[in-house]
């Protein structure tokens, strides 16, 4: 009887944490969609375009939508780096630490998502030419954007019970 009613309880767990990750998947690339159409018509108006035309592509939202997966990813490392069970991380610390690992993996799914979409030929942006990019495929100058953006991710993403 205790080893099926440890099987329900897990399963209702797994359960539960898929709906949770659905649910933040959609968040995050619903998120990610406004900020990048907001982005570009900001860049527009550098360019004088008054009509403030954002735009994005809608091979864009998986990509967003793997933001989901840095809060997880920033406890785990969280509670790596912790030396003792419990041990309080600082508000600045973790802000410092979360913002540089998001960063850096977005930087990572960035270029890795947008080496796989090149070879398809269907990849929606190339930096070539742009300041500080590589291989066409992410600009470092983009690390404020994408240091906040992270931390923008975790904070929709986090449980109320988190705050």
């Known amino acids: 009887m205790k080893l099926n009613r440890r099987r329900i309880l897990s399963t209702m767990k797994a359960i539960t944490y898929i709906r949770e ?69 600082g508000r600045r610390d973790r802000i410092m630490r979360h913002g540089f690992l998001y960063m850096v993996l977005i930087f990572t799914m960035e270029y890795a998502s947008g080496f796989w979409l090149r070879s398809k030929g269907i990849c929606p942006w190339d930096y070539t030419g742009r300041h500080s990019n590589i291989n066409g495929l992410i600009r470092l100058d983009f690390a404020p954007l994408w240091f906040g953006t992270g931390l923008l991710f975790e904070l929709i993403t986090r449980k109320k019970s988190e705050f």
């Open 21 to 89: 990750t659905g649910v933040n998947f959609f968040k995050c690339g619903v998120a990610g969609w406004c900020l990048e159409v907001i982005f570009t018509s900001v860049e527009s108006v550098m360019a004088r375009d008054w009509r403030l035309m954002g735009q994005t592509s809608l091979l864009m939202f998986p990509i967003y939508g793997m933001g989901a997966m840095l809060a997880p990813i920033g406890r785990g490392v969280d509670r790596w780096l912790c030396t003792g069970p419990g041990e309080p991380i």
